[in-house]
């Protein structure tokens, strides 16, 4: 049974960093595109940025664009969100998606709060 597995998340200062892991079983990472979402209380859920399968591109949205990077190792079957220069606005629970033709997986989320 496939699994994507999001921790990292914690309490953090503004300005501070924080780094997201997703590590998911069965399915290999390299395969598919995989995806940043997070979402805040009473608000939409919103794309933060995403690594495309079979590739090493990433896209961001422009509100986290040269603060978060994302990236993947393919030996930890793990794919990464880097925040730096993190803002009370960035508190919320991010999720991890991995997406291929077959199958649409996310992970379980992790709580990432910025406050001083």
């Known amino acids: 049974q496939v699994q994507l597995v999001d921790s990292g998340g914690g309490l953090v200062q503004p300005g501070g960093s924080l780094r997201l892991a997703c590590v998911a079983s069965?399915?290999?990472?390299?395969?598919?595109?995989v995806y940043w979402y997070r979402q805040a209380p009473g608000k939409e859920r919103e794309l933060l940025g995403g690594?495309?399968?079979?590739?090493?591109?990433?896209n961001y949205a422009d509100f986290v664009k040269g603060r978060f990077t994302i990236f993947r190792d393919n030996a930890k079957n793990t794919v990464y969100l880097q925040m730096n220069s993190l803002k009370s606005e960035d508190t919320a629970m991010y999720y991890c998606?991995?997406?291929?033709?077959?199958?649409?997986?996310w992970g379980q989320g992790t709580q990432v709060t910025v406050s001083s």
């Open positions: 069965v399915l290999t990472f390299r395969s598919h595109s």
């Open positions: 690594i495309i399968s079979n590739s090493d591109t990433t």
């Open positions: 998606n991995a997406y291929r033709f077959d199958g649409d997986y």
